[in-house]
């Protein structure tokens, strides 16, 4: 039931937002030089490796500006070290600014719920360094199931949230009480999260 609901879920958003999609890559083509999307290998179901589609938000020199960013600023390693990601990147392009508040840079995943790496609601799908790195003797519970493009991190505050580990309890959370009724209530929480751009960097 849950992987019909996803492929009628997603193509019918998919249909919706067609001409959405459209104007989104124009604007990304004119921002920057670049890809109009980004791909990175993520964790799926059972630690199989899949390739993760979104919007490109960052310049295309984004991993060079990383390292170089983490080489000179102690504060900022320490922030991606503790959160993998940066409050204020320096890397993201303007257009990125706006599809990152929006959650807009993450349409193209509706195409990886489609092709079954993802659903619409589980996990937050992670790069293996990550999951090395925070999830340690909870990896295998979380990848036990399909990650998803919402879920409970997402609208519990996401990246306003301090804690890795308090994330990670989220995830955990959902796989002991996953059902069809809390997929609904995190699908309708997540309208209201997208909107205000509640948390969303």
Not at 40 to 45: N, T
Not at 54 to 70: G, Q, V, W
Not at 187 to 200: D, H, R, S
Request: charged share 25%; proline share 6%; glycine share 6%.
């Amino acid at each position: 039931m849950k992987r019909i609901f996803d492929i009628a879920f997603s193509l019918l958003v998919l249909l919706l937002t067609l001409p959405l999609l459209l104007v989104l890559a124009i604007c990304i083509f004119l921002s920057s030089p670049g890809p109009i999307f980004f791909s990175q290998k993520r964790l799926g179901q059972g630690g199989r490796l899949f390739v993760c589609y979104k919007f490109r938000t960052m310049y295309f020199d984004a991993a060079a500006k990383l390292k170089e960013l983490l080489a000179t600023s102690p504060d900022l390693k320490k922030e991606w070290e503790a959160h993998f990601k940066l409050k204020r990147d320096p890397r993201i392009t303007p257009i990125g600014i706006f599809l990152r508040k929006t959650s807009l840079d993450e349409l193209p995943q509706l195409w990886n719920v489609l092709k079954g790496d993802l659903s619409i609601v589980g996990p937050r799908p992670v790069v293996p360094e990550e999951a090395e790195k925070f999830f340690k003797d909870k990896a295998t519970k979380i990848l036990s199931v399909r990650p998803g493009l919402t879920g409970l991190w997402q609208v519990s505050g996401r990246s306003d949230i301090q804690s890795y580990q308090a994330r990670i309890s989220l995830d955990e959370f959902y796989i002991d009480h996953q059902s069809f009724w809390l997929d609904l209530q995190v699908i309708y929480k997540t309208i209201p999260v997208v909107l205000f751009a509640k948390g969303a960097y």
